[in-house]
């Protein structure tokens, strides 16, 4: 989603700020722009498209300012063009923003009738607006920013400048993430500490409702309630340093072969390997006692959840609800008071998640989030945090976040099983021996990727992909249909295999490759009876399997042969074949794999 950077200097505000931005281009966006105070007069400098071409435009323009804001646009409302991209101003103020003003129509009519005259096609210039409304009528910044506020319906993080006043700036968050940064003598505002880490490592986090009047020596915070408040600074754990894609062509295959070390990092945080069980969890929460368990989130994080509850139900004997975030307030769902929901997200700033977890403790529920950034708005809003320990993932397309939640929701369904007394503990150690496999099988994968490559070619010429899995394999095959869709921009959809004969098998023809995730379990059999369907009718079948699996199944396919290993490991290992075949195809498409278009990292809006 859109970036925010704003900084209160000693130097020239726009090199800052470009610096600044670029560390947030893995959030996504499609135009950029800075607006600086020069001398006390407002100047801005925008350009669509990547950062590059703003910063081509900055060596012309040569603003000096010390003060500025910066921002990339994620285009919402209006098309990706320059008089769309932010910063917006008026003769008084520049401001930034990043979320959705949902009653922008009512209040731009508003706005032209007294007068305004509108540049963009955006909702975030009723915001400058409306301020400048304020300001025209003798009101002070703090209370001109407040009264807009107040008027605003929707999520949204914003940073200010105004006119004749480098001295001051300020933001303000509803539902959107902002951040504030101390430095000696300097300021700074960001949509996350990546933004900031290479200005500061002293991060304060502001709380949904939040307002801040920045000066260069000091921040003042005002609540929803308009009452001050303290919001101390932190040191960040992020890097200074720009993350970089080492050896390889692009992050996603850089973070795609992180996963055996980040993977294993994971493990060993919930799993004691050498004693062959699970890590006391500090939890707070008596699994023995809960009757289900709800789980929330959105895209990948959702298929995670969906392998996560054939874990729950078969280790813990506990039932799961599972909703997709976007779905789950709105059906109005009655939870158990004092039960538990579970919430996953990669960034911790979700806004359909987030909106999950506020209803589910409005409903009385304890909430817990696996998350990956744990300074993030769900991760401060949860009862008790399970982190997945990746690290930064720069990659739109999550690959090492997934499998890293997966890790984590085994650890705790293994560890739930053992709470409620329906697992045995020579079971706890044959699982927790297993899942201890997992970076090295990984690493066994990564070695098939030429293999995989060359199948990626012929993929790349459909038009169409299906994929097929059951069991856990199921959602690995919704997982690889979702990355080949985002990525490639090939159609793809993922099936239970079981299904289809139920409808998708109408599509099958020599021109329609079937991908099926199918390890040698207890469900195989079930699954080659599906491949012979897709053989018989002449299907191309891509086969990702084990060597028992790849002979029994006996059919003609091009074939990803993965080593053997305990079913219920299959979700993490497999995920990586099909995340390869989804980057080579895309990579022979010729697409940006790391920025697709129109995909956001993180999305804080509804």
């Known amino acids: ?111 032209e009738q007294c007068g305004a005259v509108f540049a963009s096609d955006t909702d975030t210039e009723v915001i400058a607006h409306l301020i400048d409304l304020g300001l025209a009528s003798g009101a002070a910044p703090k209370e001109a920013v407040e009264a807009a506020l107040r008027r605003l319906r929707g999520a949204f993080a914003i940073a200010v400048l105004f006119g004749g006043d480098d001295e001051l700036m300020i933001g303000a968050r509803r539902g959107s993430p902002l951040a504030i940064g101390h430095g000696d003598g300097e300021m700074y505002l960001g949509s996350d500490a990546i933004a900031l880490a290479p200005l500061t490592d002293q991060i304060a986090y502001l709380e949904d409702g939040d307002l801040a009047v920045l000066i260069r020596t000091g921040v003042d915070v005002f609540d929803a309630d308009g009452r001050p408040v303290e919001r101390p600074p932190t040191r960040a754990t992020v890097t200074s340093l720009l993350v970089d894609k080492g050896n390889h062509r692009h992050f996603m295959l850089k973070e795609i072969n992180e996963q055996p070390e980040v993977v294993g990092h994971t493990l060993a945080h919930y799993l004691d390997l050498t004693g062959g069980r699970c890590k006391p969890l500090d939890l707070g929460v008596d699994f023995a006692r809960l009757d289900r368990l709800s789980i929330t989130a959105c895209g990948t994080a959702y298929y995670a959840g969906m392998v996560a509850r054939y874990w729950f139900e078969r280790f813990a004997r506990l039932p799961i609800d599972i909703d997709i975030a976007s779905e789950f307030r709105y059906r109005e769902q009655p939870l158990a008071k004092k039960g538990l929901s579970l919430v996953i997200s990669q960034s911790g700033e979700t806004a359909d998640t987030l909106a999950s977890l506020r209803y589910a403790k409005a409903e009385g529920q304890q909430v817990a989030a696996v998350v990956n950034v744990e300074q993030s708005t769900i991760a401060r809003e949860a009862d008790m945090i399970l982190p997945t320990l990746a690290g930064p993932e720069i990659g739109v397309a999550s690959t090492k976040a997934f499998t890293c939640q997966l890790a984590v929701l085994a650890c705790l369904a293994i560890a739930a099983g053992r709470a409620r007394n329906v697992l045995p503990e020579a079971e706890e150690a044959r699982l927790v021996a297993a899942f201890a496999e997992v970076p090295r099988l990984m690493s066994q994968v990564l070695r098939l990727e030429d293999g995989i490559e060359a199948i990626a070619r012929d993929l790349g010429r459909a038009e169409h992909v299906l994929y097929l899995g059951r069991g856990t394999s199921y959602p690995i095959a919704l997982e690889g249909a979702l990355k080949l869709k985002e990525i490639s921009y090939i159609h793809a959809e993922g099936y239970a295999a079981g299904e289809l004969k139920h409808g998708p098998i109408a599509l099958i023809d020599e021109a329609m490759p079937v991908v099926v995730i199918a390890p040698h379990d207890h469900v195989f059999e079930k699954t080659v009876s599906n491949v012979q369907e897709v053989a018989a009718r002449d299907g191309r079948i891509i086969l990702v399997s084990d060597e028992a699996g790849i002979s029994a199944a006996g059919v003609n396919a091009d074939r990803v042969v993965v080593p053997s290993m305990p079913a219920e490991i299959t979700p993490l290992v497999y995920a990586l074949p099909v995340q390869l075949l989804a980057y080579h195809t895309a990579v022979f498409m010729g697409t940006d794999v790391d920025q697709p278009r129109n995909l956001a990292k993180s999305v804080t809006v509804e």
């Open 1 to 111: 989603m859109c970036g925010i950077v704003g900084i209160l200097g000693t130097r020239a505000a726009a090199p800052l700020l470009v610096d600044s931005l670029k560390r947030l281009e893995y959030r996504g966006y499609d135009s950029a722009g800075v607006a600086t105070l020069e001398d006390g007069r407002l100047a801005r400098c925008r350009a669509e498209g990547k950062l590059k071409h703003l910063e081509d435009r900055l060596k012309a323009t040569r603003l000096t300012g010390r003060t500025g804001i910066g921002h990339t646009r994620w285009a919402t409302h209006g098309a990706p063009t320059e008089s769309n991209a932010h910063p917006h101003a008026t003769d008084r103020l520049a401001l930034v923003h990043n979320g959705i003003i949902e009653n922008y129509r009512e209040l731009r009519g508003e706005l």
